[in-house]
T-cell receptor, first 112, second 115 residues
Framework: SQKIEQNSEALNIQEGKTATLTCNYTNYSPAYLQWYRQDPGRGPVFLLLIRENEKEKRKERLKVTFDTTLKQSLFHITASQPADSATYLCALGRSSASKIIFGSGTRLSIRP | GAVVSQHPSRVICKSGTSVKIECRSLDFQATTMFWYRQFPKQSLMLMATSNEGSKATYEQGVEKDKFLINHASLTLSTLTVTSAHPEDSSFYIC???????????FGPGTRLTVT
């Protein structure tokens, strides 16, 4: 069955450093991969989408890479800030109306 | 734009009663809505996919007679937890998509506690 793993359950880094989160998947051929941010007690908020034919996407301090050969996506937050502390979820999907499958999430903490 | 609301945000009910949760897309028409549940420190588990005017598609292991989903219009979907039990206590989140758009817009969630 399909499986999505976000390798780190929790990640703690110093403010100003680059945070790198990993998402690996097996037994699945996604058309796209998304990253969401979730704060405690709130619903997820969409951050970035990258399609299977794209290698890299950027948005302000965020960067996502997608390697369909390795079946892996990396999510980077540069110049991290305490306000970036949250749980980050990756999700895979095949079409715009289809369901997406979420990873277990990585809880990121940025210390001042 | 793309705001999704949920009501109520928190609900406490007695075992055996039914609870209805509403999910509304406030500024767009949602072709598809999804219902998830999330246990503490766990990821979102999809319960069902709902398209306006048709029956919901439930994920394996989700009892359709217990979790009734109605998607009566392009802006409203409801989830009714029937005969709730303490094990149904969880965080329920809905999301909505627009036609041709990949990202899902999530509601703020509903915390259900069954006593």
């Amino acid at each position: 069955s399909q499986k999505i793993e976000q390798n780190s359950e929790a990640l703690n880094i110093q403010e100003g450093k680059t945070a790198t989160l990993t998402c690996n998947y097996t037994n699945y051929s996604p058309a796209y991969l998304q990253w969401y941010r979730q704060d405690p007690g709130r619903g997820p908020v969409f951050l970035l989408l990258i399609r299977e034919n794209e290698k890299e996407k950027r948005k302000e301090r965020l960067k996502v890479t997608f390697d369909t050969t390795l079946k892996q996506s990396l999510f980077h937050i540069t110049a991290s800030q305490p306000a970036d502390s949250a749980t980050y979820l990756c999700a895979l999907g095949r079409s715009s109306a289809s369901k997406i499958i979420f990873g277990s999430g990585t809880r990121l903490s940025i210390r001042p | 734009g793309a705001v999704v609301s949920q009501h109520p945000s928190r609900v406490i009910c007695k075992s055996g009663t039914s609870v209805k949760i509403e999910c509304r897309s406030l500024d767009f028409q949602a072709t598809t809505m999804f219902w998830y549940r999330q246990f503490p420190k766990q990821s979102l588990m999809l319960m069902a996919t709902s398209n306006e005017g048709s029956k919901a598609t439930y994920e394996q292991g989700v009892e359709k007679d217990k979790f009734l989903i109605n998607h009566a219009s392009l802006t409203l979907s409801t989830l009714t937890v029937t005969s709730a039990h303490p094990e149904d206590s969880s965080f329920y989140i809905c999301s909505a998509t627009r036609q041709g758009i990949y990202e899902q817009y999530f509601g703020p969630g509903t915390r259900l506690t069954v006593t």
